[in-house]
């Protein structure tokens, strides 16, 4: 299984769920889900790539800590991301995207402001890993 990306309802902002073979991959598909609220990620380019790098020795609280480094570095550089990847080793998580900057072309969707603890979960089940988390809209 590819990193994947789906949603699920929450009442005021939105849940995001991430899936893959490996808690990195579904990282990744939380990536995407959370940057495919923003923009559609099929139009944004892969022309810059950015770094995440950080130290976290729960997987849950990790989820969250990457969320939201890829939100503040994209905020930083005015950018869109819609490339990700992630590798650890023990509590050190060292990660990447790529996408480009802002412009006329993109369509903006919402504007997410912060993932949340907010209904947080990393688990391995019989299908993969499957991450999910609330973020705020």
Do not use: P
């Not at 939380?30 to 139009?43: G, K, T, V």
């Not at 997987?59 to 969250?64: D, S």
């Not at 050190?92 to 412009?103: D, T």
């Amino acid at each position: 299984m590819e990193a994947a990306h789906g949603y699920f309802e929450h009442d005021a902002d939105i849940g995001i769920i991430g899936r893959g073979n490996t808690v990195e991959e579904s990282f990744v598909g939380a990536a995407r889900a959370m940057f495919a609220i923003q923009s559609e990620l099929d139009s944004v380019q892969s022309i810059e790539g950015i770094e995440i790098d950080f130290e976290e020795d729960d997987v849950e609280l990790a989820l969250v800590r990457w969320l939201n480094a890829l939100l503040a570095a994209s905020r930083d550089r005015a950018m869109v991301l819609c490339e990700f990847g992630l590798a650890r080793e023990g509590g050190h998580w060292l990660g990447w995207a790529r996408g480009e900057r802002w412009r006329d072309a993109l369509v903006r969707g919402t504007e997410v402001k912060g993932a949340t603890l907010t209904m947080l979960s990393v688990v391995q089940g019989a299908a993969g890993w499957e991450a999910r988390c609330v973020v705020d809209v």
